[in-house]
């Protein structure tokens, strides 16, 4: 299941780092993409469920994610 987002207050590389290390804790992700030009987030994952732990710690980090 991909699902699709805008990751707003992303504006620089450490930025994406940060995300990137925190989606690569979560089990029952797939794959994902990541690009700070176009501001989108990519998430591939196993279970829908897992998607609001996507949401969860990556809000947690300071961004807001809105469903493209």
Same mark, same amino acid.
Do not use: P
């Given at each position: 299941?991909?699902?699709?987002?805008?990751?707003?207050?992303? %504006?620089?590389?450490?930025? $994406?780092?940060?995300? /990137?290390?925190?989606?690569?804790? +979560? =089990?029952?992700?797939? @794959?994902?993409?990541?690009?700070?030009?176009?501001? %989108?987030?990519?998430?591939? $994952?196993?279970?829908? /469920?897992?998607?609001?732990?996507? +949401? =969860?710690?990556?809000? @947690?980090?300071?961004?807001?994610?809105?469903?493209?």
């Amino acid at each position: 299941m991909k699902m699709e987002f805008i990751v707003n207050g992303m %504006k620089c590389d450490g930025c $994406v780092n940060r995300i /990137k290390n925190v989606l690569s804790s +979560i =089990k029952g992700i797939k @794959a994902y993409d990541i690009s700070l030009e176009n501001k %989108k987030l990519v998430v591939d $994952v196993k279970k829908e /469920k897992v998607i609001n732990e996507v +949401i =969860k710690k990556v809000e @947690a980090l300071g961004f807001t994610l809105d469903k493209c």
